[in-house]
């Protein structure tokens, strides 16, 4: 059975220029600079739809993938990317029923990819010292349904709460080096340890703290991902990409060195 | 309370000279090119264990993560890789519950990706008109203990067979284009496609194909990964790296253009 | 002996912002949008000078370098980078006493580095068939005292000229491979080609001309060039980058196949 | 007229499987692992000529360009590849009649670049610590005439000899921040200085060091270079490549800062 739109519904709205919206069903108009539909009109009709607004652009209502919940969430910070959060999920082994501790919270990006590969059985734990941002991410994961599966804290300092046994942690903070020790704790025997550095001195920084505990596998790698304008005739890459997000850095709990 | 291993476990044993090694834990010797462990050794021990071979390595004994998997599956053709399954899985919304097609199995790498992500109540169907790489990969899923989740198929051709609401649709084929059409017919409104492609040409073959059909939201992309050594001292990438696997496009179903 | 600005030199005046500016040394005040130095201040003054801006701003006075020419020229077209000019130098074998034909001035980049390469004794022939290009290209050669090494001619079609024996060929125009048979004639036995396009389905149309005729020694290639933020405490790379110019391919003439 | 090869002429020869060899026409056979030719037929014949090995594998004698040089010289050392030194030639401003000091000779690859770059009115002072490398270098560069242009030298330390006004510097050593002081008293007012370096903690540190001394227009890059596979119907990038050789730092000098 076609799956049908309801009412308060959180759908994207890719409109015929490209430009994608993430919204809710409403008994409102939409407007987008240069034309307008009514949401209601999308009440009953079945997904992947297509609505013309009143000058004559298509829009299309289509259910929003995961990707969509993480490009579109609202941001206070610099977000963890998909191209890093895709290898993140492998690397740490998120899946169905995992416990995940995180730490750096910030806009909440990585916690909802993580709260969504995690399933109903799993549970994300993320501490953020910072109330603004753990007030936005909360707000975010809620707006994607996803807040049920997170335990929100507050600062890791000096070191995680009652956490032991975690599947997999990972650290998005300024100075990680500080929480290994912790991290080492919480974690499960054999189980992968993560983080993510903008720069190459806290690579080198976080390496030797590594070094330094019973920490094997280590590895250390970044991510770049091009795009491609969409003339089948004329294919080429688009002329600027991001360039830089971070360095990402894996390792594995081991009991001794 | 710590996992402890047990005989018959599949672990990822990583020795002092940084090789890893994907193996099942039975009463025998193994042996590298310089040392050996009795494997038996582990037995009871918690994971994460050290163990110290007969010549004075170090080994690690780690419970694998799906990562750890997919590198290490049997190859009989060139796999998709963890750079781009990451993507994949959040550009198709692959997360517990979900069904997806897939085409073009090989030897099961994105299979098994896809299977791991869509716990005990997703499925993956997945068509492979080669019998040597469906029972491959048909092996490769049974040993981590995840073909229960599969339904392996033959060949597509002419079409899928009763597919229809399937939740995401991947084609890993060499004329994607032949497929766009049972493709569509097999996902739900509004849900998203993809395909990997090595060559230009294909790529530039497939843009126009999609733009055929009702398919909205077309995206082309690459994904490069750079490691670095580790010596924090003198951090710098590895000479030398994987410079091309293939091209990513993206769509997703609408009802009409 | 320190060479000293004299007036009418063009310089290169490099702002305490980090802007730079290439000018010709007059006496007339220079603004920039917070500050202005009297050029004729500098008229005397050893190249590399400081110069102090009625409020406060640090000015440095710099020789120009041929990169700084070319990252300044005027431009009414897409140019050639530093990036891909300097492999297309080495390629070419471009060097003192050459000849060099070029087709597709453009803005004249490649052009003046070209002419700039060839010293007093050599020549770059170089095909445009608009006139406003030409003419553009012409006065950035001019400012920069090259255009004597310079011969500007119009439209290739149906053929270059007069031109025979020349050291390399480069082709910077739609459709090269209609370029292709009159530049394997221009070409000295052994001479090396290049071209430069910026889609896939040139590179793929270019590789299948060139088959066609007696060329050897294909070689597709694409160059990025990724720059960091200066800071030494947190190196990073800068978050954009331009991720595409073109496509660089290049061959060498030979009588038969 | 077209030019033919001379008996000791120095030639490109490259054979039908794409392998390419640099050797003098002598009067001896020359095989390869499957062929064999006769380089004396080769006397007279006009570069870019076919010859048709006993075995039937066709050879094209070509004239090698600068390229072929740097490919192909004797190396003792990791050599300074030609996707910098094509921006290092632009950047540094090397052209006819200049005066360039380099430090970190090596193999010669970079001096034989700037000794073909600054003609026969120009000079190359290079230094060189270790005998060996040093005479290599001078092997490299006698064997395709450009040694004339060259000046070798020992040991930087404790600083450069007489050196000064020099065109430009270049550091290719270890701890290229010990000779920034000697490589600014050798450079004229206002010109630019050069260094590579493998790793970021060396960049780092060269950062710092070139903020404690007149220099300004700091920059730092990395030049990434992607080769492709020559099937026009199957186009796509080389499965592997080059990931890292080092990266490129540039400033200026100026009096004072």
């Known amino acids: ?91 740490l082994d998120v899946g169905p029923g995992k416990t995940i501790v995180e730490c750096g919270t910030g806009s909440g990006a990585l916690t909802m990819a993580l709260a969504r590969a995690v399933g109903p059985e799993g549970r994300v734990i993320t501490y953020e010292k910072e109330d603004r941002f753990r007030q936005l991410a909360r707000e975010n994961l809620k707006r994607v349904g996803l807040e049920g599966r997170v335990v929100f804290k507050g600062s890791a300092e000096p070191g995680f709460e009652e956490e032991e046994e975690a599947d997999a942690v990972f650290l998005d903070v300024r100075e990680p080096w500080d929480l290994l020790d912790t991290a080492w704790r919480a974690l499960k025997g054999g189980a992968p340890f993560g983080a993510l550095v903008p720069t190459t001195n806290q690579v080198s920084r976080l390496l030797q703290a590594l070094g330094e505990l019973p920490f094997v596998a280590l590895e250390v790698q970044e991510v770049l991902q091009r795009f491609y304008k969409l003339n089948p005739e004329r294919l080429r890459p688009e002329d600027r990409m991001v360039a830089h997000t971070g360095y990402l850095i894996f390792a594995r709990k081991v009991w001794e060195r």
Not at 23 to 31: G, K, S, T, Y
Not at 46 to 73: E, N, Q
């Open 1 to 91: 059975m076609t799956e049908r739109i309801r009412e308060g519904d959180l759908i994207l709205l890719l409109s015929g220029d490209g430009n994608t919206y993430l919204l809710r069903v409403e008994d409102r108009p939409f407007h987008t600079h240069r034309d307008y539909v009514k949401l209601a009109d999308l009440v009953g009709q079945p997904y992947g739809t297509r609505l013309t607004g009143v000058h004559g652009t298509p829009f299309y209502a289509l259910r929003p993938v995961i990707h969509d919940y993480l490009m579109k969430l609202k941001r206070a910070t610099q977000i963890i990317y998909p191209k890093e959060i895709g290898i993140i999920l492998l690397k």
